[in-house]
């Protein structure tokens, strides 16, 4: 899939959540992971973003528990639909959130840093 391709699912969601342009750009990381797989390589050649910006998000992403084993491990089944969900992946993608697991049935929660 190419990046416009790409742009416009996170287009299409964007602007009714009012995202900045900052979590346009991590949106797209995450679409593009999604889609793809959890590969810097994969969603860097795919968005065309730099890869020192693609790193840091999967760095973050990855200490979620959310990127593993080139698998994006939380997935809302639609980014449209499952709005919460994906925006706490952006907040943990963008180093704001810090997603560990909790007691409760396996869930996991969202904590501030």
């Not at 793809?36 to 979620?64: C, I, Y």
């Not at 639909?81 to 409760?104: H, K, N, Q």
């Amino acid at each position: 899939m190419e990046c416009a391709g790409l742009n416009g699912i996170v287009d299409s969601f964007a602007d009714d959540l009012e995202f900045n342009e900052q979590q346009k750009v991590t949106a797209l990381i995450i679409v593009a992971a999604m889609r793809l797989g959890a590969d810097v390589d994969m969603v860097v050649e795919a968005t065309g973003l730099p890869r020192e910006l693609v790193e840091s998000k999967a760095r973050n992403l990855e200490a979620s528990g959310i990127w593993k084993d080139g698998h994006v491990h939380v997935q809302p089944s639609d980014p449209e639909t499952d709005r919460v969900e994906f925006i706490l992946m952006i907040l943990c993608a963008d180093g704001l959130v810090v997603r560990r697991p909790s007691t409760y049935e396996g869930q996991s929660a969202g904590e501030a840093k």
